[in-house]
Structures are given as C-alpha cells and as structure tokens.
C-alpha cells in the first residue's frame, strides 16, 4: 500500500506565538482526518514553547523525533540552485553527539518519551551513506532512524522519489534511512512559487501523491512549523493533502510507524 508520511520540523526560534498557533492548528487539522504526523523538535524550541509542545504529544497521532539542539549540519552542503552557490559549514561530530544528546534530554525531561528519530537539518544528497562516523555519533545517541536523504545531486531540489534504505553498507545495520521526497515546503514556496501562492504549493504536492499512489510507494514530506502558517494560518494546504491522500486511498502513517514495521520485516 502507498504510504504518505508528513513530518514537520518544529525550529522556528523567535518568540512570538508562531510554534505554538502552529502546533494547535496543524494537531487540529490532523485529527479531523485521523492522520498521523510526526514532530521534529530543535531543542531550543522546545525549551521556548514547553506548554504548547506537551500540548501537543498528548494526542495519539503524534509521534515525537527531533531536529538536533540548534539546527547544526551533520555534513558540510553546497547548494547549487542554477542561479547561485551556498556553501554551508558542518558542525564537528563532537558537536552533534552533544546536541543530540540535550535535544533528547528535554524530550524526556519535558514529554516522558525516548527519541528513535532524526531529522537532519537541511538534509544531504544521497543521506549520510559513507560516513560511518556520524552513523555512529547517532547510534551512540539513540537514533534508530534518520531522515537525512533528502537533496539530489546539485544539493537542491526536487529530491528524487528515494524509498527507504537501511545503512547496511556503512556498518550500521539497525539504522534506516526515511528520505524526504519531492521539495520542503520552505524552499518551493520561497525560491520557486511565492509564499502567497498556497493553492500552488498544494497542487503540487498533490500531484506528487498521484505518484506515489500509482507507484505504491512511500512519499515523505519535510515541512516546518513556521513556513506552514507563513501566508496560510488555518493551513488549508495540509488539509488538502491530506483529504487528496485519503481520496487515493493511501496510508498515512509516522515515521516510528514505519521504522517499526521495516524493523519487523528484518527480524
């Protein structure tokens, strides 16, 4: 069966109300279909938006990941959009096991849960497929999934339809990898539609279900806290997708949802 799994990085770091209308809205949006959704925390968001975070897990649909402490790159990026080149620094692997290590922290001091997931800030070409040595800086921290694959070969976007991978070849046979699919949210609705053109963004997303639903496979969307209600408060775009979803008959599920399910299918 086709799987859509929507996960939202929760990174927004100005206090001014955004995370936390964010989060009532999108829980609110998602339970009016039934659908499952994942959270991906920064750590210091989490310790800006306490209440609106606990608020949040306590419905069954959610599932809890995280986002690194401060939004630190696992891998060094170059960002080629055709029109300019961004070159983006990693942090040392050091830094990431100790960011890793405090984002779950709060995860566990503030909602009581173990942190399995990771979303990779900005996410790589091809994931962290041979680099052994942050495999095991998360490894070493609890993560049994990353989403990390997410970029194609320029470091831009569309990221190509890539199915879930486990690091089987890097030594890491327990660590899978879930790629986010098509564009972020963020980076098409600012670099290639307008941040006004809502009715766009959903279009295109639904054409990617589509697909995805055609193909029976996995497609997973990488969509953040502060780009879903830039332009859209009420987000009628997730309601949407999420109503096209469950017009083509597909599966929305979590990714701990299908980590577990994959992880099963190996045992």
């Given at each position: ?26 829980v ?27 608020r ?11 986002h ?5 790159l ?15 620094p ?15 922290a709060?995860?566990?001091e503030?909602?009581?849960l ?18 052994p040595?942050?495999?095991?800086v ?81 497609h ?45 299918t190996?045992?």
């Amino acid at each position: 069966m086709s799987t859509l799994l929507i996960g939202y990085d929760v990174e927004y770091v100005v206090p001014d109300g955004t995370t936390s209308a964010f989060l009532d809205r999108v829980v609110a949006v998602h339970e009016r279909h039934e659908a499952p959704l994942t959270l991906f925390l920064l750590g210091e968001t989490i310790l800006q938006n306490v209440p609106s975070i606990q608020r949040a897990a306590t419905s069954p649909l959610v599932s809890i990941g995280q986002h690194t402490y401060s939004h630190s790159l696992l891998r060094p990026l170059r960002i080629d959009t055709g029109t300019s080149v961004t070159d983006l620094p990693a942090a040392s692997p050091d830094r990431i096991g100790d960011e890793l290590g405090r984002t779950s922290a709060l995860i566990r001091e503030h909602l009581g849960l173990a942190c399995p997931g990771l979303t990779a800030p900005y996410t790589y070409h091809h994931g962290l497929q041979g680099h052994p040595e942050l495999l095991a800086v998360l490894a070493a921290n609890g993560i049994r999934y990353v989403r990390s694959d997410g970029r194609d070969e320029r470091g831009y976007q569309p990221a190509p339809a890539t199915q879930p991978y486990w690091y089987d070849a890097d030594g890491f046979p327990d660590l899978l990898e879930l790629p986010t699919n098509g564009w972020h949210d963020c980076v098409v609705r600012e670099d290639v539609l307008g941040w006004d053109d809502v009715d766009g963004y959903a279009d295109l997303v639904c054409e990617q279900l589509d697909e995805a639903a055609a193909a029976d496979r996995v497609h997973s969307i990488c969509a953040h806290d502060w780009s879903s209600v830039r332009a859209d408060p009420d987000l009628t775009h997730v309601d949407r997708i999420l109503g096209h979803a469950r017009s083509l008959g597909m599966e929305i599920g979590t990714y701990d949802a299908v980590h577990e399910r994959l992880a099963g299918t190996r045992r």
